[in-house]
């Protein structure tokens, strides 16, 4: 049904939730697809998919998504999957969980931040033909 290659007239693309400057929504929010919030929201954000906090929204509460662009004001966790996107405007409190991250210049970031992309293991050197590996010896 929607599609995110469908343009509104002015060129502007259709998002499949949106939720407009000057929505109020006391309470937790949750989204199979797209979100783009430019109200304010007073409750947790659970989406499957990308999330964008556009420059006039106010977020007070956690969000669990994909993908995450903030370009506004957020206090709360974030926990994101994917690709973590703090524009210039952004505004920011709380602690971060993300696997890649973005911040332009002007984004104002206040908490802990965490990388949970899994750790990639050392390489163990393979042996060379006739090359002992060394035991550690002890003194006697």
Do not use: W
């Not at 939720?19 to 949750?30: A, E």
């Not at 420059?55 to 973590?84: F, W």
């Not at 002007?106 to 802990?112: E, K, N, Q, T």
């Not at 293991?121 to 393979?126: N, S």
């Amino acid at each position: 049904m929607f599609s995110k290659n469908i343009l509104k007239s002015g060129g502007e693309p259709l998002v499949a939730n949106k939720i407009n400057d000057g929505t109020i929504i006391s309470g937790d929010v949750s989204a199979q697809t797209d979100l783009r919030i430019d109200g304010k929201i007073l409750g947790n954000i659970t989406c499957t998919s990308k999330v964008v906090v556009g420059a006039t929204a106010h977020i007070s509460g956690h969000i669990k998504c994909n993908d995450l662009t903030i370009e506004g004001q957020v206090k709360g966790n974030l926990d994101v999957n994917g690709t973590l996107f703090f524009r210039g405007t952004a505004k920011y409190e709380g602690d971060v969980r993300y696997r890649k991250l973005i911040v332009e210049e002007g984004a104002s970031i206040s908490g802990a931040l965490f990388n949970s992309t899994p750790a990639a293991k050392p390489a163990t050197p393979a042996l060379q033909h006739g090359t002992a590996a060394a035991t550690p010896q002890t003194a006697g």
